[in-house]
């Protein structure tokens, strides 16, 4: 299913690349000489498949509250927070978890508001969690890390910023069960697939792979309990991966907040997303086959029944957009050259609804404009190959080519090797920054004419979401990065040490 639905997302995206000038627009086991305190379930679970997940740890002990009033350091906790309307989320992995983590520290989910709920319980102030596994899918994640931002800030008035709060923010190890998982591949957590012929008995050796992840997490932290400097031995096969997240914040709205996200867009997905989210909620509404069209179907079902017809008819995904910048340290990836990056400079010329120090990076067409922290978009497509260039940046692109070309470029442009190497034409436009703001008009053909009709605003994506109409959002790099814990092997240092 998976894989149906990564070539699903990129042939939509593949799609979305044209300009509407086009006619048919479109952990390994330790060393045999080394002491190791590695628990035993973290190094049965790296020697599955010599695959799973990363860890390094930070330089305070990992709790918010350090000791109690009688000087005795206290006991932490991990906090497994299951949202039950993820795709791969099932009743059984509660009794599964509640047997590892105790009832106190599991977290059902299904809505918005128990979210918030249990992110109020996570953090409160006598909190004693150290870490926190969200499991779900990349919105899952990302609408955890909100709600847990926004007790901390509630918790700490003095706090001003998610920049602070981000500090604030426990341990992460999270589980990707959702549908399109693109932050699972960058931190090492994804779930090791079952072979195509192994059909029989595929949820029992899923439950039992999520049981020695989940058990690997827990003896983590009860090592910590142990040795607050555990993370940081160098004997141990753990790291940590840090991922920054973007803010995303609406200057000329104020009725939606700034929020969190690993990758975000608009053009041809977030129009969509929006189409999905409408007939999903009509499947609700009428209980007509709401299971299937809440699915990958309901994609399927969104994209022939709405977005298509929108597309052919009226070029509806293509957009015209202003992208500014106030990042001196902005860069463009000059494909011609071959990657060569290259300061994009002040512009002489300023757009009429730019900021007096912000730099114009592009003004005009395009299919699809989306940007990431995490190379990945969801499902192993990777659409931002330069995200994690540099540590403190994002990579945001701009996709104008003819949908033709992007169908014949489907392997390049899923494994991130596609690039433009055109002298003129700049049908992908890569920049490298940390605070881009963009301007939204999208423009509607009409009655099959050569006449258009410009309309301020268009559908905008986080994290797999729709989140509403807007004609201008911004996007920042938080300064404080997520840390995930990770289970996968450590680099090779030494080749002697892993025979």
Not at 255 to 279: N, P
Not at 290 to 298: D, F, I, M, N, P
Request: glycine residues 8%; proline residues 5%; neutral net charge.
């Amino acid at each position: 299913m998976m894989r149906r639905r990564s070539c699903l997302v990129t042939l939509l995206l593949t799609y979305a690349w044209a300009p509407v000038s086009s006619g048919l627009s479109a952990l390994s086991p330790p060393p045999a000489n080394s002491n190791s305190n590695v628990p035993k379930e973290i190094s049965e679970f790296q020697s599955l498949e010599k695959s799973a997940f990363q860890l390094e740890g930070p330089s305070e002990t990992a709790n918010n509250n350090g000791v109690h009033s009688n000087g005795v350091a206290k006991k932490t906790h991990a906090a497994i927070v299951l949202n039950t309307n993820a795709r791969g989320v099932s009743q059984d992995l509660v009794p599964v978890a509640e047997s590892i983590f105790g009832k106190a520290y599991v977290f059902v989910t299904n809505t918005e508001e128990e979210g918030k709920v249990a992110a109020a319980k996570i953090m409160q102030p006598d909190s004693n969690i150290s870490m926190i596994i969200p499991v779900g899918g990349d919105g899952t994640l990302s609408s955890m890390i909100n709600f847990l931002c926004g007790e901390i800030m509630k918790n700490n008035p003095e706090f001003t910023s998610m920049d602070q709060a981000m500090q604030a923010l426990p341990l992460v190890a999270y589980v990707p069960l959702g549908t399109g998982n693109g932050v699972g591949s960058v931190v090492g957590s994804e779930m090791l697939s079952n072979p195509p012929w192994q059909i029989l008995g595929q949820k029992r050796r899923k439950l039992r792979q999520l049981r020695r992840m989940l058990t690997a997490y827990q003896q983590v932290v009860e090592r910590i309990n142990e040795d607050p400097n555990f993370l940081e031995s160098t004997e141990n096969t753990f790291d940590l991966v840090d991922l920054p997240m973007m803010e995303v914040s609406y200057p000329d709205s104020k009725k939606h907040d700034d929020t969190l996200c690993f990758f975000a867009g608009a053009g041809f997905d977030s129009l969509m997303l929006q189409d999905f989210q409408s007939i999903k909620k009509w499947a609700i509404r009428t209980k007509f086959l709401t299971k299937t069209l809440s699915s990958v179907a309901g994609y399927c079902v969104a994209l022939v029944v709405k977005t298509l017809p929108k597309c052919v008819a009226r070029q509806e995904h293509n957009i015209h957009v202003k992208v500014t910048t106030r990042d001196p340290d902005c860069l463009w990836v000059d494909h011609r050259r071959g990657d060569v990056v290259q300061s994009v400079g002040p512009t002489t010329t300023k757009s009429n609804n730019a900021d007096d120090d912000d730099t114009v990076l592009y003004e005009g067409t395009t299919g699809i404009l989306a940007a990431g922290t995490s190379p990945f978009y969801g499902g192993g497509l990777r659409l931002f190959p330069f995200a994690r260039i540099t540590k403190d940046k994002m990579h945001l692109r701009l996709g104008r080519i003819h949908p033709l070309r992007g169908f014949f470029n489907i392997p390049q442009i899923f494994e991130g090797s596609f690039r433009d190497k055109s002298l003129s034409s700049f049908g992908c436009l890569d920049y490298i920054g940390g605070d881009f703001d963009i301007f939204i008009t999208s423009t509607v053909t009409t009655n099959n004419s050569t006449e258009t009709e410009e309309t301020k605003g268009f559908p905008v994506q986080h994290s797999g979401e729709s989140v509403g109409y807007f004609e201008r959002f911004r996007l920042r790099v938080v300064k404080t990065p997520v840390r995930f814990l990770t289970l996968m092997e450590k680099r090779v240092i030494r080749e002697e040490q892993r025979k």
